[in-house]
């Protein structure tokens, strides 16, 4: 029965999620509640059991002052015992209150078996609201990194990277902390107040009225303080990630800063920050204090009245010295909760920020998969026709592409040249989709299809495509090469490496094929970080291959060499080629040339250069023999 | 437990490496002391009040005497409040002016050290000492100080005031007292084994984050999604599993500290009973011993906690005074000093003009962190105006060369001539000042576009500056983005494109006019045609200057006075480009692959 329920909601999730995948518009998720409900699936029920047990421990650490009253006036005292009735049975069955007298120590064991069980329910309040806080922040944090991976890249390039990082993380641990401690705390600290209360208008209602008017002026003393500090807080926030920039900067730009003999003034600019970073927090501070202060005198004359209230009570034989005392514990317990609550309030509207801020990246619409998305051959002839694109964001400056058409016959290879932002890369990013072609601006086919009807998942795992700036992941080299296809086997990607001219350098590295990149592949130059992507993507074998750029930090022989290899090895696979170096792309079955985002040449190395144009003229420049006289131009 | 080297235990938490930075608050940290001190002598004597309520109005059924009674709390009172608002002030103040001053020695000392620091520590690693050790280090002697006194300062005045009021009674807590001690000690080294790791796996998921994020693109080309979700996955289970351990651990130690303290509750009632019933103590006096056995394990909690920060501190000192103990490799004679002043009061008055003579003269050199020699007796007369050209495979060690002209690096032996003069006798700042230099991966500051040309020249006009943008065809992109100078170049130069950043750090460069101009790979990621119109802008600025660049294409690079062909770090050849194509050598052969494109 549970499992059919729970089958028919994982459906109804499903179908809801493809519903927003259709239409981009309608937001995953109406509000923060609801977000949060999501979240909680699978450890509500924890955090239920844990505020049980919190109550329970709240209950039994009630009863101390009561025995203590009992004790003092009863036991030491010798006042006449008042209990309910069962409890009194029970004095009366073991010999009654002189029973007790002759022996303190039970009093000792029941004080010692009450907190005996009070411990244990406190544990279990932990333990359980950790195991919901973990599951709870497990759930958000998996949940946020799948669904990144299926944001589209337009998303990214209109956030940046620091403020989703903020988001998954200090957001994160935010709303973490405000459900299984926040929230726990505040119904804890009502529970307790209510049962304190209760328990001090059962020994004296007047008192309790008089001591109880302190708790509404504390609280809301509380509140309202640090709601109007919180934009105080903030701005502290603020300028600190500034100050933190202003290093981080300069020591990414220590090269810059040296060689212009900056320091003086990079000093100054950090030393002022500093100073009005630490001005910021003094009068904070200053303000925190007077806070702290008057919740201190508020407290100290709440005990005053306390104390002095009991004695008069005392004194005039309302209540007894045991209950006094009872009371005043009652008082004590008092005090913290209601200090604090008027901060864990406030603190709820920082929660809510927070989750507002991963409603944004949750309610970000995910990269289409078309409906009925199709599959087929990718070994066929890709055709680019009338094809204009403009990246989102950029209305007035020019199209990236502008009717851009050709053809590449499969198992062919086309060579693209052109100036930087002439639109080579953004041919690539249309093929893998990355970004998607607008309807009406032209169409891409592979074979008979469109690419908007095949399914993204599989065209990208058709098309291998080297980024201009390869990206490593932070494991070893043989892991980063391995990416996509970790079942490959060792011969594969010793091929890959081989094509990828990588193997005298791997054979180099101390540890070979288990060296660690380091983070984006810091440790690697920027040559072998390239070389490693195209193993990377050579391993895969795939039937469309895409190099953008991807040769550039190499040096021309090395360049060559690859080349060589990949027409021998990869004979059948159709290849696109993106360069700056025409000796990178003059062996291409055709070639174009991308000006502006328009084709302004198109046709082999030999008719290319003929022909006199552009193309020409960068080969000119780019082998420029000593005796022509052009390269004498390029340095005096 | 691993990691936890003992290396680190210094005599009182390594503070009195502090000092200097400490003395000129001495006055005001004694103070605040002093102030914690009174403020929880205070908090003990509280009871009492309670003790004398009991003892006297209760006991004696009398009111006499109430209103010296109130008189007297509330005045104890009101000193308090004073005493907590000024020690608390004092306080914060005290930790956000040390976390000035030490943020202000850390950056100022890396400000003057030399580049083999930086090569040998990662840019995250020094940010986090710059920033967050000063913050551990400003919060341990305030807060952490102070919060140990007063809770020091409240367990001893608590446990005097019960030997003074029955020896037996506090003899009976005191034993339970150290029990806990004990336990607390016990449980508190495990828990920050636990929490250490906490943290590790914590920067691990960030990690994690950032790589899914930054390498979304690459992810989704690769088809890896799955693969990268599974591995995240595995990751955030671990977090999961060790913090659940951790709550429990901490959550059992938190049962067992009450638990103990109800104990103590427990043989305060068992034992006081007897005694009170007995009349050898009074009520009131219960009362007291029962308030502290109540309320002495969160003190003796806090002191725990608070030595174990203070113990921890000791890393975050040991490392920060590190940093500001490392030498420069390179650095100005105090004569030198005395003259042409330092990195932050230069003498420029005593400057003499830069002419742009060059000579390497018997240089032996050897990185600092490394093993063999790079260059070995190596002597180059580069006069005034001459264009050196630096070819070579990549990390063949191209920049050495550059890095000994700009007195990055100094030589090992030998001397290094400006304007016939060795290098060392003028600062560093002198040289820097007419240094012009284009890197290869551009830098850019946040701020406008304006601000960062400046940065050499910051008084610039904006006339000079679209004129430098001009000469390097960098002009078109700024007139195409729209807040023109003003538009804001985003952290690193974000905004832009690598070729865009080049361009115009290559603008900045000219517009600062230097004597020297160094190229360093500025060509790489600059199309042909781009690449063109900056060779043309090179032709004009670097007549009249004396210029060293790196390229990699060897066409660039044809027209150069001396060309200088490095390999495995050491210059092979040198000559024009006739000379080594003549000779046919290894410029010959590299020269002869890029032409034709083939191996």
């Not at chain 1, 990082?165 to 307790?192: A, P």
């Not at chain 1, 055709?383 to 990246?391: A, G, I």
């Not at chain 2, 007369?381 to 000994?404: C, D, F």
């Not at chain 2, 046919?584 to 890029?594: A, I, K, L």
């Amino acid at each position: 029965m549970y499992r059919h329920a729970r089958g028919l909601r994982a459906r109804l999730f499903f179908s809801i999620l493809y519903a927003m995948t259709e239409k981009n518009q309608t937001p995953r998720f109406r509000s923060g509640p609801s977000l949060i409900r999501f979240f909680l699936r699978g450890s509500l029920h924890d955090f239920l059991f844990s505020i049980l047990f919190a109550s329970l421990v709240s209950l039994l650490d009630m009863l101390n002052p009561r025995i203590i009253s009992f004790a003092v006036d009863s036991v030491i005292g010798n006042l006449k015992p008042v209990l309910p009735a069962p409890l009194m049975d029970a004095l009366n069955g073991i010999g009654g209150i002189s029973y007790l007298k002759s022996r303190f120590y039970l009093i000792g064991l029941l004080v010692a078996g009450v907190a005996l069980l009070a411990a244990v329910c406190r544990y279990l309040f932990h333990a359980l609201n950790a195991r919901g806080a973990e599951k709870l922040v497990k759930r958000m944090r998996d949940t946020l990194y799948a669904h990144l991976q299926k944001l589209p890249q337009s998303w990214y390039g209109e956030n940046s990277t620091g403020d989703i990082i903020q988001r998954c993380t200090s957001d994160v641990d935010l709303i973490k902390t405000f459900l299984s401690e926040r929230l726990t705390e505040l119904i804890r600290m009502i529970v307790l107040i209510v049962m304190a209360v209760s328990f001090m208008a059962s020994i004296s209602p007047r008192m309790t009225f008089f001591s109880s008017l302190f708790i509404p002026v504390v609280v809301l003393f509380g509140l309202i303080f640090h709601v109007k500090i919180s934009g105080a807080f903030m701005k502290v926030d603020v300028e600190e990630g500034k100050l933190s920039a202003i290093v981080q900067e300069n020591l990414t730009g220590v090269r810059v800063v040296r060689a212009f003999g900056r320091e003086q003034f990079e000093r100054t600019r950090f030393e002022d920050h500093n100073t009005l970073y630490t001005n910021h927090w003094v009068r904070l501070i200053n303000i925190l204090s007077v806070y702290w202060s008057i919740g201190d005198l508020l407290t100290g004359l709440q005990l005053l009245l306390v104390t002095v209230l009991g004695a008069v009570f005392c004194v005039r034989g309302r209540i007894t010295a045991g209950e006094y005392i009872a009371f005043v514990s009652y008082n004590a317990m008092l005090t913290w909760p209601v200090r604090a609550m008027g901060r864990t309030i406030s603190d709820m509207s920082k929660a809510g920020i927070s989750v507002g801020r991963l409603l944004y990246i949750m309610n970000a619409s995910p990269e289409e998969e078309p409906v009925d998305a199709l599959t087929p051959p990718l070994d066929r002839t890709i055709t680019f026709s009338h094809v204009s694109f403009r990246y989102p964001g950029s209305a007035g400056e020019a199209e990236a592409l502008h009717d851009v058409s050709f053809e590449i016959p499969a198992g062919t290879t086309l060579g693209i040249i052109g100036s930087t932002g002439s639109g080579k890369t953004t041919v690539a990013r249309l093929l893998e989709k990355l970004w998607p072609l607008e309807p009406g601006c032209g169409s891409i086919t592979i074979g008979e299809n469109d690419i908007r009807d095949i399914s993204t998942s599989y065209l990208r795992q058709g098309i291998g495509l080297v980024m201009q700036e390869p990206y490593l992941f932070s494991r070893t080299l043989s892991e980063n090469i391995r990416v996509s296809s970790p079942s490959s086997t060792d011969r594969d990607l010793r091929r890959a490496v081989r094509i990828a001219s990588l193997e005298e350098t791997i054979d180099h590295f101390p540890q070979g094929y288990d060296t660690f990149v380091g983070e984006r592949g810091v440790t690697l130059s920027g040559g072998q970080k390239q070389r490693a992507a195209i193993a990377q993507m050579l391993i895969r074998k795939t039937p469309v291959m895409i190099f953008d750029d991807s040769l550039s930090a190499v040096d021309a022989g090395t360049d060559a060499r690859i080349r060589e290899a990949l027409k021998t090895e990869t004979a059948g696979a159709t290849v696109i080629l993106i360069a700056h170096r025409i000796s990178t792309v003059m062996d291409a079955d055709q070639i174009i040339v991308l000006d502006g985002g328009r084709i302004a040449e198109r046709g082999t190395h030999a008719s290319l250069v003929a022909e006199g144009g552009i193309y020409a003229k960068t080969w000119r420049l780019q082998t420029a023999a000593p005796a022509s006289g052009e390269g004498k131009g390029g340095i005096a | 437990m691993n990691g936890q080297k003992k290396s680190t235990s210094l005599p009182f938490f390594g503070i009195p490496k502090l000092f200097p930075c400490l003395r000129p608050y001495r006055g005001t940290i004694i103070f605040m002391i002093t102030l914690g001190f009174l403020s929880s002598l205070i908090d003990a004597i509280y009871p009492l009040f309670n003790r004398y309520a009991l003892d006297h109005f209760v006991k004696e059924k009398t009111l006499l005497g109430l209103p010296a009674f109130i008189g007297l709390f509330l005045t104890i009172l009101v000193f308090q409040v004073l005493i907590n608002y000024r020690s608390a002030y004092d306080c914060g103040r005290i930790e956000m002016m040390t976390d000035r001053d030490l943020r202000n020695a850390a950056f100022r000392h890396l400000q003057t050290l030399s580049f083999s620091y930086y090569n040998q520590n990662s840019v995250g690693y020094i940010h986090a000492r710059v920033i967050s050790d000063t913050g551990k280090i400003g919060e341990a002697v305030s807060w952490r100080m102070m919060d140990s006194v007063w809770n020091g300062a409240y367990i001893v005045s608590a446990v005097l005031v019960m030997l003074t009021l029955n020896i037996r009674l506090a003899a009976a807590v005191l034993l339970l007292l150290a029990a806990a001690t004990v336990l607390i000690l016990l449980f508190q080294r495990k828990l920050i084994a636990l929490n250490r790791r906490i943290r590790e796996q914590n920067s691990v998921i960030t990690g994690g984050f950032n790589e899914g994020i930054t390498g979304s693109a690459t992810i989704r080309i690769l088809a890896a999604e799955k693969l990268m979700q599974q591995d995240f996955e595995a990751e955030t289970e671990k977090m999961r599993r060790i913090s659940v351990r951790t709550v429990r651990f901490s959550a059992l130690l938190a049962s067992i500290v009450t638990l103990m303290s109800a104990l103590m509750l427990a043989v305060v009632l068992a034992q006081g009973g007897r005694l009170t019933e007995s009349r050898i103590i009074e009520i009131g006096t219960l009362s007291v011993f029962m308030s502290y056995a109540l309320g002495m394990i969160e003190p003796l909690q806090n002191v725990i906690a608070d030595i174990s920060a203070l113990i921890a501190i000791q890393a975050n000192i040991e490392r920060l005074t590190r940093l500001l103990a490392e030498q420069s490799d390179v650095s100005d004679s105090p004569e030198v000093i005395e003259r042409y002043g330092d990195t932050f009061h230069p003498k420029r008055e005593n400057w003499e003009p830069l002419q742009g003579d060059i000579e390497f003269r018997d240089v032996t050199f050897r990185y600092p962190d490394g093993e063999e020699n790079i260059m070995e007796h190596f002597d180059l007369k580069v006069p005034y105006g001459t264009n050196v050209a630096i070819v070579g495979e990549t990390g063949a060690g191209k920049s050495t060369l550059v890095n000994l002209v700009c007195r990055f690096y100094e030589p090992t032996e030998g001397q290094l001539l400006i304007d016939g003069r060795d290098a060392r006798e003028r600062s560093q700042l002198w040289l820097h000042s007419s240094l012009g230099y284009v890197l290869q991966s551009p830098h850019l500051f946040s701020g406008s576009v304006r601000d960062n040309l400046r940065y050499g020249k910051p008084d610039a006009t904006d006339d000079e500056i679209w004129d430098a943008l001009r000469l390097v065809a960098a002009d078109g992109i700024v007139r195409a983005m729209e807040g023109g100078l003003d538009s804001e170049v985003g952290e690193g130069g974000s905004m832009l494109s690598v070729g865009e950043k080049q361009l115009l750090s290559f603008a900045r460069a000219l517009l600062a006019d230097p004597k020297l101009l160094i190229l360093d790979e500025a060509t790489a990621s600059i199309d042909t045609l781009t690449e063109k119109a900056i060779q043309n802008a090179i032709s004009v600025v670097t007549k009249g200057r004396t210029s060293f660049i790196i390229a990699h294409r060897l066409s660039t690079i044809t027209g150069a006075d001396i060309i200088l062909v490095v390999a495995d770090g050491r210059i092979i050849e040198r000559g024009t480009h006739e000379e080594l194509l003549h000779r046919g050598t290894v410029y010959y052969n590299m020269y002869m692959t890029q032409l034709s494109g083939n191996a």
